[in-house]
């Protein structure tokens, strides 16, 4: 039995429950009501990029395809696609109808920046997608990545992909 909407938009307006609107929000995304799917459209880039992922999440739920370009669509600056990118790892799998889209949209949104790439490398991993390797290897080549935390992800995804021997995968950038 899913939880009442009225209670669930309750919540998520009150600021004693901030901690849990990420799991509300998801609660929303997952809920079959077309009044959850409402709120979830229109709240969706109401809040600040900083917290916007988890109703990109549920976004994707609600609009699938239609909800990944729409989000596309609107992820203009850094945090924005941030927000999206941590939206769509968290929908990677590989045995997701999305996942084409998915893999796509992650790597749209990455291109050009070692620190969005370090985070779209799980959703890439995930999905079993090593394409995105020759961007990896020319971040890592061209000495974009200040961040050791990213470095370190960049260089195990592009490991990873090296193993796994994907087609045109290139060399250099350790």
């Known amino acids: ?25 998801q609660m929303l995304g997952i809920h079959d009501a077309p009044a959850a799917q409402a709120i979830v459209r229109a709240r969706a880039f109401d809040v600040p990029a900083a917290t916007r992922a988890p109703w990109l999440m549920a976004l ?18 850094q945090e924005e696609a941030r927000a999206a990118i941590r939206a769509f790892v968290a929908h990677a799998d590989p ?3 999305q996942a084409p889209a ?25 999905l079993g997608d090593w394409s995105f390797s020759h961007e990896v290897a020319a971040m ?30 290139i060399s250099g950038a350790d």
């Open 1 to 25: 039995m899913a939880l009442e909407i009225d209670w669930l938009a309750a919540r998520l307006r009150d600021p004693d429950w901030f901690g849990w609107w990420p799991i509300l929000t």
């Open 60 to 77: 994707v739920e609600v609009d699938g395809a239609a909800g990944i370009d729409h989000i596309l669509s609107r992820a203009s600056g």
């Open 95 to 97: 045995e997701n109808e």
């Open 102 to 126: 998915l893999a796509a949209a992650i790597k749209r949104l990455a291109t050009g920046d070692p620190n969005l790439a370090a985070e779209a490398v799980a959703g890439l991993r995930a």
């Open 140 to 169: 890592l080549a061209g000495a974009q990545v200040a961040d050791p935390a990213a470095a370190f992800a960049l260089k195990s995804y592009l490991a990873t992909a090296r193993r796994k021997e994907a087609p045109g995968m």
